[in-house]
């Protein structure tokens, strides 16, 4: 089983859409919880950075933190073609083994059509 | 600006061969990172470093090789080794433990 699990999709919506990402992991170390946009061919692009459970929102964008399902998500509101990309959710921990590093999902495909 | 400059963009490898990947960042960040990416797999760590002239394997360090004499620079070495270097080649730079990392736009290496 995998550390971090996030679906693949890909996911097809149409514009104005709420669109909503998940993962689960199971680390309960995890305590830095990350989204990143990646276009094609391009490096990750930061999203959203929260710190342990709750909600954090920029914009369009709110991430949600629930560390005691183990289960992150990250919701986008009225939903632009400039959306479409790939979404990948991102956690460490502090101390030990964890530190510094980044555990990834697999990065989940988005498609919103005008 | 600051951020990460990685080079070149596409890197080709004829057989056994080595090839070295540049990643420069003016962050003045402590932390490098190298990751690869294959398709429906995610990101995968390779190697990184917390301070000059240290670094550490990640998870899937072999037929690679890095060096880390300068803060703002930490260069990957693809060797010969590696009998499956296709990939795309992510560096990342963070400030600290439990800091966002942020990325250049990758190397895509292919074979000959």
């Known amino acids: 089983q995998k550390e971090v699990e996030q679906d693949p999709g890909p996911l097809s919506v149409p514009e104005g859409a709420i669109v909503s990402l998940n993962c689960t992991y199971s680390n309960s170390a995890f305590q830095y919880f990350m989204w990143y946009r990646q276009y094609s061919r391009k490096g990750p692009e930061l999203l959203m950075y929260t710190y342990s459970s709750g909600n954090k929102e920029d914009g369009r964008f709110t991430a949600q933190v629930d560390k005691s399902s183990k289960y992150i998500s990250l919701f986008i509101r009225d939903s632009q073609p400039s959306d479409s990309a790939t979404y990948l959710c991102?956690?460490?921990?502090?101390?030990?083994?964890?530190?510094?590093?980044?555990?990834f999902g697999q990065g989940t495909i988005l498609t919103v059509h005008p | 600006d600051g951020g990460i400059t990685q080079s070149p963009k596409y890197l080709f490898r004829k057989e056994g061969q080595n090839v070295t990947l540049s990643c420069e960042q003016n962050?003045?960040?402590?932390?490098m990172y190298w990751y690869r990416q294959d398709p429906g797999q995610g990101l995968r760590l390779i190697y990184y470093?917390?301070?000059?002239?240290?670094?550490q394997k990640g998870d899937i360090a072999e037929g690679y090789s890095v060096s880390r004499e300068k803060k703002e620079s930490f260069p990957l070495t693809v060797t010969s080794a590696q009998k499956n270097p296709t990939a795309f080649y992510l560096c990342?730079?963070?400030?600290?433990?439990?800091?966002?990392?942020?990325f250049g736009d990758g190397t895509r290496l292919s074979i000959l």
């Open positions: 990342a730079s963070a400030q600290g433990n439990g800091q966002p990392q942020h």
């Open positions: 991102a956690m460490s921990g502090v101390g030990g083994t964890s530190y510094g590093k980044l555990t």
């Open positions: 962050l003045n960040h402590d932390a």
């Open positions: 470093s917390q301070i000059v002239n240290d670094f």
